[in-house]
């Protein structure tokens, strides 16, 4: 899909698309995706087609996630307003930039990035989304999970692992949801596990292709 006119207009037009398409099926994952500026999130040199629904390149072998991919994503999760969620693998910001716009003023998004340059990028995408005060972007490896501000209400991971980790699962909250892509480096499937109390449940959603989770619970 080509999309033409002002960011603003492209922008409108994609989440219409993304309606039509299935994908943003919510009216709080509508409200998000249609405010959040994604041309904010993506290097200069493909800019043009922030708006595009696949994949782009933003550097040191890391993609941002086509936007439908980010809607299932979110819609999946069915955030909350209020929730404090952590993202592993936040890339330039835009994923937990769209889920800040989920849990409102009162929750709070923590991504983890393991690539400094892009986290230092992230920082400013987001500063100037006037966002910088819903999220902390933290520099270290997210792949067994972030425990310093556990428990999450939520945890989002964008990069594919090969199992699910007991530790991500251990920073949930008691009654917390899990997404995650499991299997290989070539495909996946996009995984929910959900916590309740000392049980979990997992589904299987749909087929996927993830960058490789790196670190030491990655691939």
Not at 68 to 83: K, L, N
Not at 189 to 197: A, D, F, S, Y
Not at 198 to 210: D, V, Y
């Amino acid at each position: 899909m080509v999309l033409r006119g002002s960011f603003d207009d492209q922008r409108r037009l994609l989440v219409e698309h993304l309606e039509r398409s299935g994908y943003v099926r919510s009216d709080p994952v509508r409200h998000a995706m249609g405010s959040v500026r994604r041309e904010l999130f993506v290097p200069t040199s493909v800019q043009r087609a922030a708006y595009a629904d696949h994949p782009l390149e933003i550097g040191h072998h890391q993609t941002i996630s086509a936007p439908h991919m980010v809607a299932i994503m979110v819609e999946a999760m069915r955030c909350r307003e209020g929730q404090r969620v952590l993202e592993v693998g936040g890339g330039l910001g835009y994923h937990a930039a769209v889920i800040a716009h989920l849990v409102g003023p009162t929750g709070h998004v923590f991504t983890v990035e393991r690539i400094e340059a892009l986290a230092r990028r992230a920082r400013d995408n987001l500063e100037a989304a006037d966002l910088s005060d819903r999220v902390t972007v933290v520099v270290g490896d997210g792949s067994c999970g972030w425990p310093e501000h556990a428990p999450y209400d939520r945890i989002s991971v964008a990069c594919a692992a090969p199992r699910v980790s007991e530790t991500m699962v251990d920073n949930l909250s008691e009654d917390g949801m899990l997404l995650i892509p499991v299997g290989s480096p070539y495909m996946q499937e996009l995984t929910r596990v959900t916590r309740k109390g000392n049980r979990t449940t997992t589904e299987r959603l749909g087929g996927c292709i993830f960058v490789p989770l790196v670190g030491k619970c990655g691939q």
